[in-house]
């Protein structure tokens, strides 16, 4: 079983009913799991396969998607599902045999009412996944703003 | 009768060698300036100015850049992104402005 980041912290029965709430589902190579805009009622932990995240960019005329970010299995992806407004501001797309378990919000809503220390581990790995991922981002936004700066005082 | 004959034919050859220095410099003037007139053409604008608008700017030839195609374009950008990506966990594993301020080898952006 691969090292899953929302569920790090859990000990392995503990991670397996939480993953027991789930339902399994193999995404075939192009095939889309949500789309931008999509109502988010499920997480999605990432088993097998990679699952590539793009936002849509105007190229020449042309409406293409773009690549903002790829997560490998141990990953989660579409954790719009437990924050509001609960839609998916990316589109997610196996680009080769994928598999996923889909954990639904309401399902580890009740799960985390009755098991509140779960509730806290989980919530804690998702807020250091959010976390690192807006580190990411900040610091590539802050690379392509020095590029401007020196393209501009060139 | 000598020294006057002398001192005649000396005031001569001054003369001659002041009017030779003359003529030499005062052509050498006369040939510079067309070249001075010349440069002064290149010098002007191709519009001719007018209050309020700016005179055209000279037009460098740009060297021809090869167009990609979409999709080569869109490969670029992937690698970019990948890249960027790349260099922010680097970042972030041991913070400092060395590793936050890295060149790229992105084609996109070199």
Known sequence: ?154 | MEMLLMGACLSILGLAVACLAFGAATRGLEEEKPAASVELKVAKPAVATRFFVAPAEPVLPLAPRPQLTIEALLLQIEDHVRLEHAAAESYLASPNAALLHSRTVSRFVN
């Open chain 1, 1 to 154: 079983m691969v090292n899953l980041e929302l569920l790090q912290g859990l000990d392995d029965d503990e991670a397996g009913r939480v993953l027991a709430l789930g339902e399994r589902i193999t995404l075939a190579a192009g095939e889309v799991l949500f789309r931008l805009g999509d109502s988010a009622g499920s997480v999605y932990l990432i088993t097998r396969g990679c699952i590539r995240l793009t936002l849509p960019m105007h190229v020449r005329d042309r409406e293409e998607d773009l690549l903002v970010e790829e997560q490998a299995a141990g990953h989660m992806v579409g954790w719009s599902a437990l924050t509001p407004p609960h839609r998916f501001t990316l589109t997610a797309t196996a680009p080769l045999e994928t598999e996923v378990v889909a954990l639904d919000r309401d399902a580890l809503d009740a799960y985390f009412a009755a098991h509140p220390k779960t509730g806290q581990a989980v919530a804690f790995n998702l807020a250091s996944a959010i976390g690192r991922r807006l580190q990411l981002f900040q610091t590539m936004w802050l690379r392509e703003v020095q590029r401007m700066v020196e393209s501009r005082c060139a």
